[in-house]
């Protein structure tokens, strides 16, 4: 995993997670170090990843919800040359491998619903080597420490994460971060 990214998590482990606009603009006057775009469209990519990157902060794109881009390596090819993203968050194992062949740091989410979902989540990370995988939503300590084991990634908690409380519980299961939308927790 990148280093810069790895230092920056470690130092600021809360990523604010953005639907529009307004919600970057209040992301941009904490103290994140990162920040994950959610949902966008194609007109103003270069726009949301220059304001971040001006700022300072890392950021990442949902690559699946970015309206008017298809999910294939041309959609990914695309955000590497016109956009300053450093990153893509995917639950598609073909974009992020897409991404890592474009030099994009690669967040791999899952969404854990059962003991299924749970098992897929090794098999689908020795395939693409994704740099940080990310769960949700936010699970028990026991279920961090499970797929820390499988994925032997830096693992992301998100969803439902509402305050102070919940963020030191799920860092203190061993969670590098965690990512969320609640403006609340982002100033905490």
């Known amino acids: 995993m990148n280093r810069k990214l790895y230092q920056a998590l470690e130092n600021s482990p809360i990523i604010a997670a953005i639907n529009n606009s307004s919600e970057l603009t209040a992301a941009l006057a904490t103290d994140v170090a990162v920040v994950f775009v959610l949902h966008s469209n194609l007109m103003e990519l270069a726009k949301l990843s220059k304001a971040i990157k001006e700022s300072g902060k890392l950021g990442f794109l949902h690559a699946d919800l970015v309206k008017g881009l ?20 995917s639950t598609k194992p073909a974009m992020i491998r897409s991404a890592k062949k474009h030099q994009l740091l690669t967040v791999q989410r899952f969404f854990l619903l059962d003991s299924t979902a749970l098992a897929n989540v090794e098999r ?22 499970g797929v820390q084991q499988k994925a032997k990634r830096p693992l992301i908690v998100g969803g439902l994460i509402k305050d102070k409380e919940d963020v030191f519980a799920t860092l203190g299961a061993g969670a590098l971060a965690i990512s969320t939308t609640s403006q609340q927790v982002w100033n905490s």
Request: cysteine-free; hydrophobic content about 40%.
């Open 70 to 89: 298809s999910t294939d390596d041309m959609a990914i090819e695309y955000i590497s040359r016109h956009s300053g993203f450093d990153g893509i968050i």
């Open 124 to 145: 689908q990370i020795s395939l693409t080597e994704a740099d940080l995988v990310e769960v949700l939503p936010n699970v028990s300590p026991k279920i961090i420490k």
